[in-house]
Nanobody, 122 residues
Framework: VQLQVSGGGLVQAGGSLRLSCAASGLTFSNYGMGWFRQAPGKEREFVTAISWSGDSTYYADSVKGRFTISRDNAKNTVYLRMNSLKPEDTAVYYC????????????????WGKGTQVTVSS
């Protein structure tokens, strides 16, 4: 199983980025997908998740209204659109897969992608 994350980078505050996570080696439509992030010196935290069907989405309060998660089961890919970025969004972002789960708890995920750095300058 591979979760290939792409799309990180450096952006000014107020800017936007889109992250992608392309999955292979699993039946993608059977997995809830989540995005998590980890800032230096902090624990990994939940950002957003989407159910295996795409019908339900969940957001951390800190990103609600600014971030949007979506998935394309035909492309085995989950996306994270990040708007109105703030310096406090700076972190390494990870995607993860949760077999028929809701992808909220980092300890309960089945597979992880390698992270991508997102840096928001003020």
């Amino acid at each position: 199983v591979q979760l290939q994350v792409s799309g990180g980078g450096l952006v000014q505050a107020g800017g936007s980025l889109r992250l992608s996570c392309a999955a292979s080696g699993l039946t993608f439509s059977n997995y809830g997908m989540g995005w998590f992030r980890q800032a230096p010196g902090k624990e990994r935290e939940f950002v957003t998740a989407i159910s295996w069907s795409g019908d339900s989405t969940y957001y951390a309060d800190s990103v609600k209204g600014r971030f949007t998660i979506s998935r394309d089961n035909a492309k085995n890919t989950v996306y994270l659109r990040m708007n109105s970025l703030k310096p406090e969004d700076t972190a390494v972002y990870y995607c993860a897969a949760d077999y028929y789960g809701y992808a909220h708890n980092p300890d309960g995920m089945d597979y992880w992608g390698k992270g991508t750095q997102v840096t928001v300058s003020s």
